[in-house]
Protein backbone atom coordinates (compact mmCIF):
# COMPACT_ATOMS: atom_id res chain seq x y z
CA UNK A 1 0.00 0.00 0.00
CA UNK A 2 1.29 3.62 -0.93
CA UNK A 3 2.21 5.34 2.17
CA UNK A 4 3.32 9.05 1.63
CA UNK A 5 5.09 11.05 3.95
CA UNK A 6 5.68 14.67 4.79
CA UNK A 7 8.19 16.69 6.25
CA UNK A 8 8.31 18.61 8.25
CA UNK A 9 4.61 18.73 9.84
CA UNK A 10 4.71 22.37 10.74
CA UNK A 11 7.12 25.22 9.72
CA UNK A 12 7.84 28.64 10.75
CA UNK A 13 9.98 31.01 8.87
CA UNK A 14 10.88 34.76 8.67
CA UNK A 15 9.47 36.84 5.57
CA UNK A 16 11.89 36.73 2.64
CA UNK A 17 13.23 33.36 3.30
CA UNK A 18 14.18 30.62 0.64
CA UNK A 19 12.57 27.23 1.61
CA UNK A 20 11.99 23.37 1.02
CA UNK A 21 8.74 21.04 1.97
CA UNK A 22 9.82 17.54 1.95
CA UNK A 23 7.52 14.72 0.33
CA UNK A 24 8.35 10.63 0.46
CA UNK A 25 6.48 8.37 -0.87
CA UNK A 26 7.28 3.75 -0.81
CA UNK A 27 6.06 2.68 -3.74
CA UNK A 28 7.88 4.48 -6.87
CA UNK A 29 5.30 2.79 -9.37
CA UNK A 30 3.20 6.54 -9.56
CA UNK A 31 1.90 8.16 -12.85
CA UNK A 32 2.56 11.85 -11.06
CA UNK A 33 2.98 13.51 -7.98
CA UNK A 34 1.10 16.85 -7.11
CA UNK A 35 1.37 19.68 -4.81
CA UNK A 36 -1.80 21.31 -3.14
CA UNK A 37 -2.27 24.34 -1.01
CA UNK A 38 -4.99 24.63 1.38
CA UNK A 39 -5.86 27.31 3.12
CA UNK A 40 -7.88 27.11 7.13
CA UNK A 41 -11.29 26.34 6.48
CA UNK A 42 -10.84 25.98 2.61
CA UNK A 43 -10.24 23.37 0.23
CA UNK A 44 -6.96 22.21 -1.72
CA UNK A 45 -5.97 24.29 -4.98
CA UNK A 46 -3.55 22.04 -7.48
CA UNK A 47 -0.23 24.38 -7.07
CA UNK A 48 2.16 22.08 -9.05
CA UNK A 49 1.67 18.33 -10.97
CA UNK A 50 4.69 16.77 -12.11
CA UNK A 51 3.99 13.59 -14.39
CA UNK A 52 6.54 10.72 -13.70
CA UNK A 53 8.47 11.46 -17.16
CA UNK A 54 9.55 14.77 -15.56
CA UNK A 55 12.37 15.88 -13.23
CA UNK A 56 10.81 19.31 -12.09
CA UNK A 57 7.68 21.59 -12.66
CA UNK A 58 8.11 25.44 -11.86
CA UNK A 59 5.13 28.06 -11.54
CA UNK A 60 5.99 31.49 -10.37
CA UNK A 61 8.52 31.40 -7.17
CA UNK A 62 7.29 27.61 -6.91
CA UNK A 63 9.70 24.87 -7.99
CA UNK A 64 8.74 21.26 -7.27
CA UNK A 65 11.22 18.80 -7.84
CA UNK A 66 10.41 14.70 -8.49
CA UNK A 67 13.05 11.95 -8.18
CA UNK A 68 10.79 8.88 -8.81
CA UNK A 69 13.50 6.05 -8.31
CA UNK A 70 14.27 7.39 -4.78
CA UNK A 71 10.81 8.27 -3.77
CA UNK A 72 10.84 11.61 -3.05
CA UNK A 73 9.73 15.32 -3.40
CA UNK A 74 10.40 18.68 -2.96
CA UNK A 75 8.58 22.19 -2.51
CA UNK A 76 10.68 25.05 -2.85
CA UNK A 77 9.55 27.94 -2.56
CA UNK A 78 11.66 31.47 -3.33
CA UNK A 79 11.53 34.66 -1.16
CA UNK A 80 8.76 33.52 0.85
CA UNK A 81 5.55 35.57 1.94
CA UNK A 82 3.38 36.45 4.65
CA UNK A 83 0.38 35.28 2.03
CA UNK A 84 2.67 32.15 1.68
CA UNK A 85 1.45 30.91 4.83
CA UNK A 86 -0.98 27.63 4.29
CA UNK A 87 -1.02 24.11 4.51
CA UNK A 88 1.20 21.92 1.65
CA UNK A 89 -0.01 18.67 0.61
CA UNK A 90 1.63 16.14 -1.69
CA UNK A 91 -0.38 13.43 -3.02
CA UNK A 92 0.45 10.71 -5.54
CA UNK A 93 -1.12 9.12 -8.43
CA UNK A 94 -1.19 5.34 -8.96
CA UNK A 95 -2.46 3.25 -11.72
CA UNK A 96 -5.76 2.82 -10.15
CA UNK A 97 -6.34 6.15 -10.84
CA UNK A 98 -6.50 7.46 -7.17
CA UNK A 99 -4.44 9.63 -5.45
CA UNK A 100 -2.94 9.07 -2.08
CA UNK A 101 -2.11 12.24 0.30
CA UNK A 102 0.64 13.23 2.40
CA UNK A 103 -0.40 14.54 6.36
CA UNK A 104 0.65 17.98 4.78
CA UNK A 105 3.16 20.48 6.18
CA UNK A 106 1.39 23.99 7.82
CA UNK A 107 4.06 27.17 6.61
CA UNK A 108 3.45 29.86 8.74
CA UNK A 109 5.80 32.74 7.03
CA UNK A 110 6.43 36.04 9.96
CA UNK A 111 6.20 39.39 8.91
CA UNK B 1 -16.85 30.57 -11.89
CA UNK B 2 -18.76 28.42 -9.22
CA UNK B 3 -16.21 25.35 -9.88
CA UNK B 4 -17.13 22.67 -6.83
CA UNK B 5 -20.36 23.54 -4.68
CA UNK B 6 -20.72 21.74 -1.73
CA UNK B 7 -23.89 21.67 0.48
CA UNK B 8 -24.67 21.71 3.46
CA UNK B 9 -21.40 23.48 4.50
CA UNK B 10 -21.80 22.79 8.72
CA UNK B 11 -23.88 19.59 10.21
CA UNK B 12 -24.01 18.03 13.60
CA UNK B 13 -25.88 14.65 13.24
CA UNK B 14 -26.98 12.70 16.46
CA UNK B 15 -25.55 8.89 16.26
CA UNK B 16 -27.87 6.66 14.04
CA UNK B 17 -29.54 9.80 12.03
CA UNK B 18 -29.22 9.78 8.57
CA UNK B 19 -27.99 12.37 6.19
CA UNK B 20 -26.81 13.45 2.69
CA UNK B 21 -23.69 15.38 1.08
CA UNK B 22 -24.56 17.02 -2.32
CA UNK B 23 -22.09 17.84 -4.74
CA UNK B 24 -22.02 19.75 -7.89
CA UNK B 25 -19.53 21.40 -10.44
CA UNK B 26 -20.16 23.40 -13.55
CA UNK B 27 -16.93 22.78 -15.34
CA UNK B 28 -18.43 19.96 -17.56
CA UNK B 29 -16.35 17.28 -15.85
CA UNK B 30 -16.80 13.54 -16.38
CA UNK B 31 -14.75 12.35 -13.12
CA UNK B 32 -16.05 13.27 -9.40
CA UNK B 33 -14.33 12.01 -5.99
CA UNK B 34 -15.33 12.42 -2.33
CA UNK B 35 -12.52 12.55 0.24
CA UNK B 36 -12.47 12.78 3.94
CA UNK B 37 -10.02 14.59 5.70
CA UNK B 38 -8.90 13.46 9.69
CA UNK B 39 -6.12 15.51 11.30
CA UNK B 40 -2.89 13.72 10.81
CA UNK B 41 -4.27 10.99 8.50
CA UNK B 42 -4.11 13.63 5.05
CA UNK B 43 -7.08 12.93 2.23
CA UNK B 44 -8.53 9.66 2.07
CA UNK B 45 -10.67 8.91 -0.95
CA UNK B 46 -14.17 7.55 -0.18
CA UNK B 47 -15.88 6.67 -3.62
CA UNK B 48 -15.39 8.17 -6.81
CA UNK B 49 -17.45 8.44 -10.46
CA UNK B 50 -15.15 8.22 -13.24
CA UNK B 51 -17.63 8.66 -15.65
CA UNK B 52 -21.38 9.48 -15.51
CA UNK B 53 -22.90 6.35 -14.49
CA UNK B 54 -20.15 4.32 -13.00
CA UNK B 55 -19.17 4.56 -9.24
CA UNK B 56 -16.49 2.86 -7.58
CA UNK B 57 -15.14 2.33 -4.13
CA UNK B 58 -11.97 4.35 -2.90
CA UNK B 59 -10.02 3.59 0.60
CA UNK B 60 -12.72 4.21 3.38
CA UNK B 61 -16.32 3.37 1.52
CA UNK B 62 -17.54 1.47 4.51
CA UNK B 63 -20.50 3.36 5.82
CA UNK B 64 -20.88 5.64 3.06
CA UNK B 65 -23.14 4.95 -0.44
CA UNK B 66 -22.63 7.55 -3.48
CA UNK B 67 -24.90 8.37 -6.19
CA UNK B 68 -24.07 10.32 -9.68
CA UNK B 69 -27.24 11.66 -10.28
CA UNK B 70 -25.88 12.94 -13.55
CA UNK B 71 -22.48 14.26 -14.95
CA UNK B 72 -23.25 17.65 -12.71
CA UNK B 73 -23.77 15.71 -9.24
CA UNK B 74 -22.41 13.66 -7.44
CA UNK B 75 -23.69 12.90 -3.88
CA UNK B 76 -22.28 11.05 -0.73
CA UNK B 77 -24.91 9.47 1.96
CA UNK B 78 -24.41 8.20 5.39
CA UNK B 79 -27.16 5.41 6.69
CA UNK B 80 -26.71 5.76 9.75
CA UNK B 81 -24.32 7.91 10.92
CA UNK B 82 -21.57 7.40 13.42
CA UNK B 83 -18.91 9.28 15.62
CA UNK B 84 -16.28 7.65 13.72
CA UNK B 85 -17.36 9.56 11.22
CA UNK B 86 -16.94 12.99 12.43
CA UNK B 87 -14.65 14.47 9.79
CA UNK B 88 -14.00 17.28 6.78
CA UNK B 89 -15.68 16.23 3.61
CA UNK B 90 -14.44 17.44 0.50
CA UNK B 91 -15.77 16.91 -3.40
CA UNK B 92 -13.51 17.16 -6.59
CA UNK B 93 -13.97 16.62 -9.84
CA UNK B 94 -11.72 16.82 -12.81
CA UNK B 95 -12.11 16.52 -16.58
CA UNK B 96 -10.88 13.22 -16.61
CA UNK B 97 -8.31 10.61 -14.86
CA UNK B 98 -6.11 11.77 -13.12
CA UNK B 99 -3.40 9.82 -14.21
CA UNK B 100 -3.40 11.69 -17.56
CA UNK B 101 -2.23 14.80 -15.47
CA UNK B 102 -5.77 16.44 -15.38
CA UNK B 103 -5.81 18.96 -12.73
CA UNK B 104 -8.43 18.11 -9.80
CA UNK B 105 -10.53 20.85 -8.44
CA UNK B 106 -11.75 20.77 -4.53
CA UNK B 107 -15.06 21.97 -3.06
CA UNK B 108 -14.38 24.31 0.35
CA UNK B 109 -15.71 21.13 2.73
CA UNK B 110 -18.53 20.10 4.79
CA UNK B 111 -17.64 20.14 8.19
CA UNK B 112 -19.90 16.43 9.97
CA UNK B 113 -20.04 16.04 13.59
CA UNK B 114 -21.57 13.32 15.01
CA UNK B 115 -22.69 13.19 18.76
Known amino acids: KQEVTQIPAALSVPEGENLVLNCSFT??????LQWFRQDPGKGLTSLLL?????REQTSGRLNASLDKSSGRSTLYIAASQPGDSATYLC??????????FGGGTRLMVKP | NAGVTQTPKFQVLKTGQSMTLQCAQD?????MYWYRQDPGMGLRLIYY???????DKGEVPNGYNVSRLNKREFSLRLESAAPSQTSVYFC??????????????FGEGSWLTVV
Open chain 2, 49 to 55: SASEGTT
Open chain 1, 27 to 32: DSAIYN
Open chain 2, 92 to 105: ASSESLIASGNTIY
Open chain 1, 91 to 100: AVTDAGNMLT
Open chain 2, 27 to 31: MNHNS
Open chain 1, 50 to 54: IQSSQ
